[in-house]
């Protein structure tokens, strides 16, 4: 296989990722998308895309922040890798490049969240050296609102 990684950073580059951002939700809309993305992108929202050829077969968003408990720290939002191309490394790819990223940024530590009943995610977390510190509590005010 010819990857590439190749870092997004305008929101018609991710708009244009649309179809591999529904393997993971379905049901979003390119408005829907794009009105997410017009609010991130200004608080240092990038993705990054596994590209065979000019065909996205892994991408996940991420950005940078800092809390008091962990300083500067990079997180990972929306992994996800075309169900055709899984086990086959875009994965490791995907975390080993953001790895490097947050050392060039300067950051403490790299956080994420996968849902509880995600045992794959789990497995595959564990795996590229990631531990549970705790939990991400939610409380759903309009399950209208939330993305499917």
């Known amino acids: 296989m010819n990857l590439q990684i190749r870092e997004l950073t305008s929101i018609e580059e991710m708009l244009d990722q649309i179809d591999t951002m529904r393997f993971l939700y379905p049901m979003i809309t390119v408005e829907k998308y794009k009105s997410f993305l017009l609010e991130m992108v200004p608080h240092n929202y990038i993705q990054i895309g596994v590209f065979q050829d000019e065909t996205c077969v892994g991408l996940t968003g991420c950005w940078s922040a800092t809390k008091l408990w962990t300083g500067k720290y990079l997180e990972i939002d929306n992994f996800v890798v075309n169900p055709e191309y899984r086990s086959k490394g875009i ?33 595959f977390y564990y795996n590229q050296g990631y531990n549970p510190k705790g939990f991400h509590f939610v409380k759903i005010l309009d399950e209208n609102k939330i993305t499917k």
């Open 91 to 123: 994965g490791k790819l995907l975390t080993d490049f953001i790895e490097q990223k947050a050392k060039a940024l300067g950051c403490s530590s790299i956080v994420l969240d996968a849902f509880t009943g995600n045992f794959g995610a789990h497995r």
